[in-house]
């Protein structure tokens, strides 16, 4: 049912740290644009980050800028998203989603992107 698989989610306390990983079983992610994606409880999903095929572009949202990088581990097809100085509001569910070839990554254009995972949890809480 679900291309991709996130996974890496889980508790943290304020000001803590967490690395999410995105895996792809049935094609190589160094094909396809990634990205980050998160949604709270009664709110709308929202972009986190995004790279571009070949990492020609990487782009973050403002909140969390500075604090979350995204990056590739080509030898073991995984994209991370490595948090940071990690807040209540960080609170949510997070997905990975992707785009063949793509060159170009929108945070906004959540239709854009053809493959979704699952989803995982995180909750940062004292």
């Not at 020609?56 to 998203?81: C, E, H, P």
């Not at 490595?82 to 509001?89: D, F, K």
Request: charged share 20%; net charge neutral; hydrophobic share 35%.
């Amino acid at each position: 049912q679900w291309q991709l698989a996130e996974s890496g989610g889980g508790l943290a306390q304020p000001g803590g740290s967490l690395r999410l990983s995105c895996e792809a079983s049935e094609f190589n992610l160094t094909d396809y644009a990634v990205g980050w994606f998160r949604q709270a409880p009664g709110k709308e999903r929202e972009g986190v980050s995004c790279l571009t095929y070949r990492q020609g572009r990487i782009v973050y949202s403002d909140s969390v800028k500075g604090r979350f990088t995204i990056a590739r581990d080509v030898a073991k097809n995984l994209v991370y998203l490595e948090m940071n100085s990690l807040q209540p509001a960080d609170t949510a569910v997070y997905y990975c989603a992707a785009r063949h070839t793509s060159r170009s990554c929108n945070l906004l254009g959540i239709t854009e992107w053809n493959f979704w995972g699952q989803g995982t949890q995180v909750t940062v809480s004292s």
